[in-house]
């Protein structure tokens, strides 16, 4: 008889990449809330003040791919430690520093850890658990965590900043710190991980780190640029050249940053172009109601994280009926419901005037959004890692936050552009909602291109035959092997 019980052993360690996934996205919306606080008190202006923001995706988002190789080749679990010992590190750099380069800096170096502890923590799980329930289970609580810090990081930072911007920063500290003393002693040691084979595409990993970083750097720069300004245009030129290097380099060497073979996988296409239009427009629809609900309507910031705590609060409740859902549906079948409610929940914050008010406006998108994002979240995660052999998983975790990533900083300058141009610098509620609108139309496009590529895996998925179901395995393996060799 199959035991499908997890061992006590099991659950800490899950709990410990939950922490640190939890913390990589909270510390994505996290510092939104406290922005006017961090200018006054260090003298910012607006253009700096972004990157307090946008340094955090940089280095997130830029260096993900080498984080997930990294994790591959030197093995996940040092590769998890060391990050997650850096990002303990410059958050408390962040708390403490007063000067704007420094906090910036922080912020940063802050991603560059994030960017190797979120696809070493998936790839950890997902070689760990078999395709399939186990999997399904483990990864539907896991990126729960993620969807909860990243939904909850506004209530959270509402919360702090009221008695003070750098408890914002010092708060992850305690965490990400008990996280590493707990992984220390609950993660898998190397012997019972599978490394990748081969040597380090080092010019591999050059272009494609640099045709990232550029990207993301140009689309955040290009509001203030202007999108067909001379830097933009050339930017975006070299970002063409770079990502024209890169593939001629991976298709060439034999042991490739980015095996091109990967994506021959209908279902990892699939996935990660509905993981770039997801985060996209759901971290454009955030930008756009926190603006509309403080500055149109007059909400404060704690009333506004308030406002939006009924999304986040129905994805941190969803983690174990979500596994369940996709162990009946699978992903392919429960990816497009969650999309689809998310796009309703856009559509519906169009109607916003005036005198919107919270029953009226606020509470009905966001439990449309809060329900849509818990289901896609989870879904586009294990779709991603689906049929990946183990030693690609880093790689497979690697391209799925990136599209994640990518998608949100590219998404959300857009949707910046858009309301700054519908506004035409008018102050007047008439003017705000002439931007607001347009940009929450650009947001709902991007969710229902979104809606279109998820539906074609579940045609898909219609047209299979069934297959036989497996009798599910929770067993974890390693960490098992382990105590019985401890005892």
Known sequence: MTDTRWTPRLWGALVVLCAAMFLDALDVSMVGVA?????????????????????????????????????DLLGRRRVFLVALAVFAGASLLGGLVDSGPLLIGARFLKGVSAAFTAPAGLSIITTTFAEGPARNRAL????????????????????????????TFLMPVPIALAALLAGVKLLPRQHGEQRASGGYDVAGAITGTAAVLLLVFTVTE??????????????????????????L?????????????IF????????????????????????VATLYLQRLLGWSALETALGLLPGGAIVALSAGSVGRLLDRFGPERVLPVGVASMTVGYALFLRLDEHSGFAGLVLPSMLLI??????????????????VSDDEQGLASGLVNTALQVGGAIVLAATTAVLTAGTGGGTDAHAQLAGYRPALVLVTGATVLGLLVALTGALRTARR???????PDYRYAPLEAEVLSER
């Open 370 to 387: 809060g329900a849509g994002f818990a289901l896609a979240f989870p879904s586009v995660n294990v779709a991603a890692t689906s049929g």
């Open 249 to 261: 380099i991976e298709a060439r060497t034999a042991h490739p940053l980015v095996r091109l073979g």
């Open 140 to 167: 539907s609580i896991y990126t729960t965590c993620s969807a909860a810090g990243f939904s909850l990081g506004l209530v959270i930072s509402g919360l702090l900043t009221s008695a003070g911007w750098r408890l």
């Open 465 to 471: 035959k069934p297959e036989p179901v497996s009798v």
């Open 222 to 247: 290009a509001q203030g640029a202007g999108w067909l300004s001379l830097r933009t245009l050339g930017s975006l030129l070299l970002v063409a050249a770079l990502a024209a290097a890169f593939l």
């Open 35 to 71: 922005l006017p606080s961090i200018g006054a008190d260090l003298h910012l202006s607006d253009s700096a003040l972004q990157w307090v923001v946008s340094g955090y995706v940089l280095g997130y988002g830029g260096l993900l791919l080498l984080g997930g190789r990294a994790a």
């Open 264 to 287: 021959r996988s209908a279902g990892v296409r699939r996935a990660n172009l509905t993981a770039l239009t997801l985060m996209g427009a759901y971290a454009g629809f955030q930008f």
